[in-house]
């Protein structure tokens, strides 16, 4: 399939797993919607025979609240960066885990906005080069799962692109999961990132993945911090249950229209 991904990049595996695990789940593709936002990986809703919406800067989140809020049978999902997702759509994240908003939110994390020149991101490790930091990192990053986690998350994981059945089996999982979920997929930007810190091409990158690794299912998120030499945690961290936002709001609707 012909795509803009540079050779070596971790989004095609990434979305690889996330149609298997369509297929795995058996849901109806007709019942779907596919958000993103910009950047490499909001590539990925031109790539998909589903409903897809290539939205604004950060704005993924939103579209697909709306989305869901006015068909709720849809199964909404957002596929999109790091930096979209968690730095200009930031505030977006944490409120539709606070609400328990149900979607699947597929996080592809290069550490790096890499469409755009390789510029420091919201995840970027401490001492870590990039394009707007070329003698190291120093703002601490953001650890995702704790942030989704401590936000209300219902489900919280992370994989590698390395990890590939284990993401798709997470994918599935999470896709079929009342509530917010989030997966946060660790992925190699050979390109940009990966060059400006000697990483290597793609194949180092998923060797490293390897190495590094340390899968810890039911870890709690804060332990999930990632420095320039590892380790990264990876599992499921968080599966828990309460009201969705749907269901909270139907509650008051209902009690409103018997008064």
């Given amino acids: 399939m012909p795509h803009i ?26 019942k779907m919607a596919l958000v993103s936002g910009i950047g490499c990986s ?12 290539h939205t604004t800067h950060g704005r993924a989140i939103p579209f ?23 730095s200009i759509g930031g505030n977006h994240l944490i409120h539709a885990a606070r609400r328990n908003i149900d ?15 390789g510029q420091l991101g919201p995840t970027t490790p401490l001492d870590a080069r990039s394009a707007t930091s070329p003698y190291g990192n120093y703002e601490p990053p953001f650890n995702l799962p704790r942030l989704v986690a401590a936000a209300g ?8 692109v390395f990890h590939l ?12 999961k ?26 180092d990158g998923l060797r490293y993945y390897k190495e590094k690794s340390v899968v810890r299912n039911g870890a709690d998120p804060s332990e999930a911090d990632i420095g320039m030499s590892g380790p990264i945690l990876v599992g499921k961290f968080i599966d828990i249950e309460r009201p969705t936002f ?12 018997k008064k």
């Fill in 165 to 176: 059945r284990q993401l798709e089996r997470c994918i599935a999982e999470a896709l079929v």
């Fill in 64 to 86: 697909a609240t709306g989305l869901k809020l006015a068909n709720p049978e849809l199964n909404v999902v957002v596929f999109s960066g790091e930096g979209d997702l968690a």
């Fill in 246 to 257: 749907w269901n909270n709001y139907m509650q008051v609707s209902n009690k409103a229209q």
């Fill in 42 to 53: 909001g590539r990925a809703a031109g790539y998909v025979r589903l409903d897809s919406f």
């Fill in 103 to 117: 979607m699947t939110v597929i996080c592809i994390n290069n550490f790096n906005y890499g469409m755009t020149g």
């Fill in 5 to 30: 991904w540079c050779a070596g990049c971790g989004i095609g595996s990434a979305v690889g797993c996330f149609i298997r695990a369509i297929d795995r789940t058996g849901l109806n593709a007709d």
């Fill in 178 to 203: 009342p509530g917010f979920s989030f997966v946060e997929v660790i992925a190699h930007c050979p390109t940009a990132y990966g060059r400006l810190n000697k990483q290597g091409q793609g194949v």
């Fill in 153 to 160: 998350a219902t489900f919280v994981a992370r994989w590698t």
